[in-house]
C-alpha cells in the first residue's frame, strides 16, 4: 500500500507561481513513477508530468512543458510540481499518483492516488 497526500495549492493570478507537493509513505517504491494529473470540471482527468523514482527520469505534456517543473527528494519521499507562468486554463484539481507501468501519460496505469488539491488561477 502507498499513501500519497497533496498540498501546497490555492488561488493564484494569471502570471503567478505554486509549488505543489505530494508525500508518499507506505511501501517502498524504487520502481514506481510518480506523476501529477489535472482534472477540471466538465473535463477529463489528463496527465501533467511524471519522474520516476529512481534515476529521475522526467515527462511533460505539451502544454506545461517550459512552465512546470517535476522534481523529487528521495529522502523525504516527496514529489514536486513547480508552475510557473500560471494561466486560467490551468485551473483544476491536481492528484499525483503512482505507476509501475511503462505507459506513465496514462492514468490507467496508475495504482496509487491523492485526493488531490484544488488550484485556482484568476483575477
Known amino acids: 500500500q502507498v499513501q500519497l497526500v497533496e498540498s501546497g495549492g490555492g488561488l493564484v493570478q494569471p502570471g503567478g507561481s505554486l509549488r505543489l507537493s505530494c508525500a508518499a509513505s507506505g511501501r517502498t517504491f524504487s520502481d514506481y513513477t510518480m506523476g501529477w494529473f489535472r482534472q477540471a470540471p466538465g473535463k477529463e482527468r489528463e496527465f501533467v508530468a511524471a519522474?520516476?523514482?529512481?534515476?529521475?527520469?522526467?515527462y511533460y505534456s505539451d502544454s506545461v512543458k517550459g512552465r512546470f517543473t517535476i522534481s523529487r527528494d528521495i529522502a523525504k519521499k516527496t514529489v514536486y510540481l513547480q508552475m510557473m507562468s500560471l494561466k486560467p486554463e490551468d485551473t483544476a484539481v491536481y492528484y499525483c499518483a503512482v505507476t509501475q507501468t511503462m505507459n506513465v501519460m496514462s492514468s490507467r496505469g496508475y495504482d496509487y492516488w491523492g485526493p488531490g488539491t484544488q488550484v485556482t488561477v484568476s483575477s
Open positions: 519522474v520516476t523514482w529512481s534515476g529521475g527520469f522526467t
